[in-house]
């Protein structure tokens, strides 16, 4: 057999019940502080094992020690006032929240997710993949009341975020993904200076690297957003480019179920890609045979060595045994690939 296919998730799952708040994109834990971590642990260790028996071969801890990709991260980072908050467009205003605003010169004084990575390091022999937030997503995903300009704050952030992941690389991670679901929302950005504070957060590391680009999880609003973007969604034309001349090492995607191109895939040749073969909404269920499909179709424009399968975002908002259901058919999808496909 040839290389064997990998499959993997886009990042977050699902909280048990019994640790916060479920199908909801920004939860609140059900647990008191002072056992938190050890749930948080408890609750990390389930989605490991879940992963591996669906024969995952590239584990997570699913994000299950932060309420929000984003702002998981922005909890420990000093130069951000979390009682002034801003009500503020996110996603190019595609829907409004009230959030925290950086009042001063951001700065990291400690390892925010290094004891997560450790878990996850102890946990599995398989490759492991962390997800940190990407800097052009933080600031629009946090309001500027300090720097000059959204450009100038992302590549501060994108520095702090070097510093995290170089010390997730040192504890064994073996892929650090940075997440920029805005990249789809500021095309124009992205090229301009999204994709530079992309490589300052890259640079130097010593493991794999991955950026995830995609249309949002499976939320009324980014489903309202895809429907008024027409027949074909082509916003990857713009970045794919841009991103297959960068640094970065892995491309991670939305394509199932979408309206993607998929020859776009094809202006990627010096990447590995993750496609997404699975969706993010909680109202259909993929069989393996789907996957197959859906892989089977990717195949056409992506060469064999650069595949691996992926969900199209992370899964955070919909039923846990949804995400259960749709993770065992990409594992057994993408076995199936490799029986029909590889020699």
């Known amino acids: 057999m040839a290389k064997k296919f990998k499959a993997t998730t886009a990042g977050s799952l699902p909280k048990y019940g019994w640790l916060a708040e479920t199908e909801t994109l920004w939860p609140k834990w059900k647990v008191p502080e002072n056992e ?40 420990k980072i000093k130069g951000i006032d979390w009682n002034k908050k801003t009500k503020m467009g996110i996603r190019n205003d595609r829907y409004t929240v009230e959030v925290p605003t950086v009042v001063d010169v951001v700065s990291r004084e400690e390892s925010i997710h290094l004891k997560e990575a450790q878990v996850l390091r102890e946990h599995t022999e398989q490759l492991t993949k962390f997800t940190l937030p990407g800097p052009m997503t933080i600031t629009d995903t946090i309001a500027n009341d300090f720097y000059s300009s959204k450009q100038e704050m992302a590549m501060h952030f994108a520095q702090l975020l070097n510093a995290e992941a170089n010390e997730l690389s040192q504890a064994g991670i073996d892929i650090i993904q940075f997440d920029e679901p805005a990249f789809n929302s500021f095309t124009n950005e992205s090229v301009e200076w999204g994709i530079e504070a992309l490589e300052i957060a890259i640079k130097n590391l010593d493991c794999k690297t991955a950026v995830h680009i995609c249309y949002g999880y499976g939320i009324d609003e980014n489903l309202r957003w895809k429907d008024s973007l027409g ?44 496609v997404g073969v699975i969706t993010v909404v909680a109202d259909h269920i993929e069989t393996p045979e789907e996957v197959k499909l859906n892989i089977a179709e990717a195949l056409k424009h992506v060469s064999k060595d650069q595949f691996i399968a992926c969900s199209n975002c992370g899964m955070a908002p919909i039923p846990m045994e949804t995400a259960k259901l749709k993770i065992k058919a990409l594992g057994e999808g993408t076995k199936m690939a490799n029986t029909v496909f590889l020699d």
């Not at 960068?246 to 890609?273: H, T, Y």
């Open 36 to 75: 938190l971590w050890e749930k948080q642990k408890e609750s990390a260790m389930l989605w490991i094992e879940e992963q591996e028996e669906s024969g995952l071969e590239i584990i997570s801890e699913g994000e299950q020690f932060r309420i929000h990709f984003v702002h998981g991260f922005l909890k």
């Open 231 to 274: 027949n074909q969604w082509n916003e990857y034309k713009t970045l794919f480019p841009a991103l297959n001349n960068s640094n970065i090492d892995q491309v991670s995607l939305e394509f199932a179920g979408s309206k993607v191109p998929a020859e776009l895939m094809r202006l990627l040749p010096n990447k590995e890609i993750m």
